[in-house]
């Protein structure tokens, strides 16, 4: 089972930010290898943080050692193997980490692309949850194969693909 806990701070548009954000979790997790995370005994558990851009600013240059702020960044909680994680769980419960949304730099990024904020959160949070399952895109080859699994995550959501407008990786 997974479960999303949302902490939503002021400056945010109105939306059902929860059921948005545990809809965005699911959909990232059911296009992974880890699709049976829905199913499991275990709690497969997600905190997603939508706050300001000075949070996030401070929170990428202490974690990153970059002086700025930036739209997503993801904590992953399980840095091994995320089934022998859950094999070794003593209380059924498995934290995969922390997701943090800036509200300025998602806003301005969403006007730029000519969607709704509550859009370009969502796409977001399914590529800070594939982080937290440990894709990444540090590389062409790593950046297609999870432009490709959020692009069917989103799919699966009703939004389009936010890379149709570039050639490379983010």
Known sequence: MIEVALLHEEGWPEADWELLAQRAVEAAVAHSPYAHFAHDQALYEVAVKLTSD??????????????????????????????????????????????????????????????????????????????????????????????ALEIAALASLGLSDPYGDRQTGD
């Open 54 to 147: 000075e949070e996030v600013h401070g929170l990428n240059r202490a974690y990153r050692d970059r002086d700025k702020p930036t739209n997503v960044l993801s904590f992953p909680m399980v840095q091994d193997d995320l089934l022998q994680a859950t094999a070794n769980t003593d209380d059924g419960e498995v934290l995969l980490g922390d997701i943090v949304l800036a509200e300025g730099v998602c806003a301005a990024e969403a006007a730029e692309k000519g969607i709704s904020v509550v859009d370009h959160a969502t796409h977001l949070m399914v590529h800070g949850t594939f982080h937290l399952l440990g894709y990444d895109h540090m590389d062409d080859n790593e950046a297609e194969a999870m432009e």
